[in-house]
């Protein structure tokens, strides 16, 4: 699936692509980071990639759910473009108040999209899908604005989730290749 933005990939690389020695969430060493909160605090940057992942979202969701803490940022600047209403996603149940572990509307019984800023390996994905559909949700898409997984593999294919991504890691490739020469 290619972005109708042309210079979206060029644009979000030359903002986030950062080098270095990383630690991500799945414990991977790795030599470049994606560091989503450059893009999602650039308002115009935010509101092109909020463009790009509402055209990529299934026609029957009744919620979108923003993962903390990047996915929250762009879930809501959908829910703005599109009028769906979001869930705020923990990554684990407050313990406190009201002790949630999604903010927002009830939704037992609700188709949720979920949101999401970079997918690698999906753990993240994973256990907040595990969790809202122990909660009665009904939960089979995540939308991420950059999927860094290995081309032609679906990480969350184990929890069946369908993974639809506005760029991925070989396009944000091909974009530092095209910029360099």
């Not at 990639?49 to 509402?54: I, K, S």
């Not at 860094?148 to 506005?166: C, I």
């Amino acid at each position: 699936m290619t972005t109708t933005d042309p210079d979206l990939a060029a644009d979000i690389d030359a903002c986030c692509r950062l080098s270095g020695e990383f630690t991500l969430r799945s414990g991977q060493i790795s030599n470049e980071y994606f560091d989503k909160y450059l893009f999602e605090a650039d308002p115009q940057l935010l509101a092109r990639v909020a463009r790009e992942m509402a055209q990529l979202l299934p026609a029957d969701g009744d919620l979108l759910g923003g993962l903390e803490m990047g996915g929250i940022p762009i879930a809501t600047a959908i829910s703005q473009l599109i009028g769906m209403p979001t869930l705020f996603v923990r990554k684990e149940a407050k313990t406190y108040g009201t002790c949630k572990l999604a903010e927002g509307p009830a939704y037992d019984g609700r188709r949720i999209t979920l949101i999401e800023d970079v997918i690698t390996t999906g753990g993240a994905v994973r256990d907040a899908t595990d969790a809202l559909r122990a909660g009665g949700a009904i939960v089979d898409t995540v939308v991420c604005a950059i999927d860094r997984s290995p081309e032609g593999v679906n990480p969350l294919d184990d929890v069946g989730l369908e993974v639809r991504a506005v760029l991925t890691k070989a396009e944000l490739d091909a974009a530092r290749a095209a910029a360099s020469r």
